[in-house]
C-alpha cells in the first residue's frame, strides 16, 4: 500500500471566467531619448475546468499541513477514511496569448502543486503562485479526523467550514479574510491574520488569535483550562463566551468594553475601556485588547 499518495487524479481544461479583468503593464525602452514606454494590456483569466484530485490514506492523530501562495483554502467535512485534496489553478495572461500558452501554466502549476503523506497518516500539501498565478485548494477531512489543522496563507480567503474532531488549529494568514469554524474537541487556537476580517467559531480552551486589520468575532463554546489572548491591531473585538463555566476576562479597548450583566459572572471597572469580567470560580484567563483609538469590545453570552 503507498501511504504517501493512494492517487491523483488530474484534468486539465479551459474555462474562461466571465467578467474577469484586469491589465497587465508592458514597458520598453526607447534607445532615442532613453527613457521608457509602458502599456497597459487587458488580461485575461483562466482556470482549470476540473480541479487535481488527490488522496492521502488517514491515520488516527494525523495532521493536516497546508501553504498557498495565492489562492483560497477551504476545508470541509468528507466521507471515508482518506484525506481528500481538490487543488484548481488560475493564471491571467494578455487577451492575445494563444489558449496552449494557459494550457501549459496551468498544467505547470498542477504539476508543482504537491500532496504527500507519511506512515504516521500525516497530509502535507503546498501550492504555488503569485503575481496573476494562483492556485485554490479544497480539502475534504475524512470524519475520523483528529489531528492539527495547521493552514498557512500567503495571499486568499481562508475558511474552515468544518474541523471533524480536529484537536487544534494553527493558521497564519499574510492577506486575506479568517473564518474558522471548530468545535469543543479543539482546545488549542493558534490563529494570526495580517489583513482581513477574522472570525473563529466554537472552539474551547487556550487561544491566541491575532487580527492584524480587521474586525475579530471569537465564539468560546466551552472553557475547562487554558485561557490566552485576543488581540485586534485595527479592529473591533466581539465575544461569544460560554455561561455556567468558570473563567475571567481583562479587556481594555481604544474606546469602550461593554460586557453587559451575565447571570453568575461581576464585572469590575477600571475605566470605560478596561474592564473584566468573573464567572463562576474564576480560573483560565483571557486578555483581549483592540488596540486602535475608538474600539470596542463586546461580549455576548
Same mark, same amino acid.
Given at each position: 500500500?503507498?501511504?504517501?499518495?493512494?492517487?491523483?487524479?488530474?484534468?486539465?481544461?479551459?474555462?474562461?471566467?466571465?467578467?474577469?479583468?484586469?491589465?497587465?503593464?508592458?514597458?520598453?525602452?526607447?534607445?532615442?531619448?532613453?527613457?521608457?514606454?509602458?502599456?497597459?494590456?487587458?488580461?485575461?483569466?483562466?482556470?482549470?475546468?476540473?480541479?487535481?484530485?488527490?488522496?492521502?490514506?488517514?491515520?488516527?492523530?494525523?495532521?493536516?499541513?497546508?501553504?498557498?501562495?495565492?489562492?483560497?483554502?477551504?476545508?470541509?467535512?468528507?466521507?471515508?477514511?482518506?484525506?481528500?485534496?481538490?487543488?484548481?489553478?488560475?493564471?491571467?495572461?494578455?487577451?492575445?496569448?494563444?489558449?496552449?500558452?494557459?494550457?501549459?501554466?496551468?498544467?505547470?502549476?498542477?504539476?508543482?502543486?504537491?500532496?504527500?503523506?507519511?506512515?504516521?497518516?500525516?497530509?502535507?500539501?503546498?501550492?504555488?503562485?503569485?503575481?496573476?498565478?494562483?492556485?485554490?485548494?479544497?480539502?475534504?477531512?475524512?470524519?475520523?479526523?483528529?489531528?492539527?489543522?495547521?493552514?498557512?496563507?500567503?495571499?486568499?480567503?481562508?475558511?474552515?467550514?468544518?474541523?471533524?474532531?480536529?484537536?487544534?488549529?494553527?493558521?497564519?494568514?499574510?492577506?486575506?479574510?479568517?473564518?474558522?469554524?471548530?468545535?469543543?474537541? +479543539?482546545?488549542?487556537?493558534?490563529?494570526?491574520?495580517?489583513?482581513?476580517? +477574522?472570525?473563529?467559531?466554537? +472552539?474551547?480552551?487556550?487561544?491566541?488569535?491575532?487580527?492584524?486589520?480587521?474586525?475579530?468575532?471569537?465564539?468560546?463554546?466551552?472553557?475547562?483550562?487554558?485561557?490566552?489572548?485576543?488581540?485586534?491591531?485595527?479592529?473591533?473585538?466581539?465575544?461569544?463566551?460560554?455561561?455556567?463555566?468558570?473563567?475571567?476576562?481583562?479587556?481594555?479597548?481604544?474606546?469602550?468594553?461593554?460586557?453587559?450583566?451575565?447571570?453568575?459572572?461581576? +464585572?469590575?471597572?477600571?475605566?470605560?475601556?478596561?474592564?473584566?469580567?468573573?464567572?463562576?470560580?474564576?480560573?483560565?484567563?483571557?486578555?483581549?485588547?483592540?488596540?486602535?483609538?475608538?474600539?470596542?469590545?463586546?461580549?455576548?453570552?
Amino acid at each position: 500500500m503507498n501511504l504517501k499518495k493512494l492517487a491523483a487524479l488530474s484534468s486539465i481544461g479551459l474555462g474562461i471566467l466571465v467578467g474577469s479583468t484586469g491589465c497587465s503593464l508592458q514597458c520598453e525602452e526607447n534607445e532615442e531619448d532613453n527613457g521608457t514606454t509602458c502599456v497597459a494590456k487587458p488580461l485575461k483569466f483562466v482556470q482549470a475546468s476540473n480541479p487535481k484530485v488527490s488522496r492521502v490514506n488517514y491515520r488516527s492523530g494525523g495532521s493536516l499541513d497546508l501553504a498557498v501562495v495565492n489562492g483560497s483554502i477551504t476545508i470541509v467535512r468528507g466521507e471515508g477514511d482518506q484525506v481528500v485534496v481538490e487543488s484548481t489553478p488560475r493564471t491571467g495572461k494578455p487577451q492575445e496569448t494563444p489558449d496552449e500558452e494557459f494550457t501549459a501554466e496551468l498544467e505547470d502549476l498542477n504539476e508543482r502543486t504537491l500532496v504527500e503523506g507519511n506512515a504516521q497518516g500525516d497530509t502535507i500539501v503546498t501550492a504555488p503562485g503569485g503575481g496573476f498565478k494562483s492556485v485554490s485548494v479544497v480539502v475534504r477531512l475524512p470524519p475520523a479526523f483528529n489531528g492539527t489543522i495547521k493552514l498557512s496563507q500567503g495571499n486568499g480567503s481562508t475558511k474552515i467550514n468544518d474541523s471533524a474532531g480536529a484537536t487544534a488549529i494553527d493558521v497564519l494568514s499574510e492577506n486575506g479574510s479568517c473564518d474558522l469554524r471548530g468545535s469543543t474537541s +479543539v482546545v488549542s487556537t493558534l490563529v494570526n491574520c495580517e489583513n482581513g476580517s +477574522v472570525s473563529v467559531d466554537g +472552539v474551547a480552551d487556550y487561544v491566541n488569535i491575532i487580527a492584524g486589520n480587521g474586525d475579530l468575532f471569537v465564539h468560546l463554546a466551552s472553557i475547562s483550562g487554558g485561557g490566552g489572548e485576543i488581540t485586534a491591531d485595527n479592529g473591533d473585538i466581539e465575544l461569544a463566551l460560554p455561561l455556567g463555566d468558570s473563567y475571567s476576562v481583562q479587556a481594555r479597548a481604544g474606546s469602550s468594553v461593554d460586557f453587559q450583566n451575565p447571570n453568575g459572572c461581576t +464585572v469590575s471597572e477600571a475605566a470605560v475601556n478596561s474592564k473584566t469580567l468573573s464567572c463562576g470560580q474564576g480560573g483560565p484567563v483571557y486578555q483581549v485588547e483592540a488596540l486602535r483609538t475608538g474600539a470596542t469590545i463586546s461580549a455576548s453570552y
